[in-house]
């Protein structure tokens, strides 16, 4: 009986890996209370000021506008806009974010650093 409860005792250890792992390359903590433009799957389009993000990009958006698209051509947008207010963006249908005002270059995050 001395043995019980004493299984699983690697598990902790597995867990921080994983964390790890699933660290964000990317780092939105710089755009909170900026405005951004959001694209999602499916050709939807709307900026917003960025309240609030998790690791799986999901996104809380305050004072959203989504950019209307023509009802003929579904991946072209019209000057036609609706206001959402709050919103909250799912991180799986997220294909792009960017700055309102403009965008940074950054060093490739992928790409392995060569010590030389």
Excluded at 30 to 52: D, M, P, W
């Amino acid at each position: 009986m001395a043995n019980v409860g004493g299984g699983g005792g690697g598990a902790g250890k597995m867990a921080d890996k994983e964390k790890k792992k699933k660290e964000s390359i990317l780092d939105l903590s710089k755009y909170i209370g900026k405005t951004i433009r959001v694209k999602f799957q499916g050709g939807r389009e709307a900026s917003g000021v960025l309240k609030g993000f998790d690791p799986l990009l999901n996104l809380v958006l305050d004072g959203t506008i989504e950019y209307m698209r023509d009802p003929d051509d579904q991946y072209k947008l019209t000057e036609d806009t609706r206001q959402l207010g709050l919103v909250v963006c799912r991180g799986t249908s997220v294909v792009l974010i960017c700055p309102q005002d403009g965008m940074e270059a950054i060093p490739n995050p992928l790409i392995q650093q060569q010590d030389g």
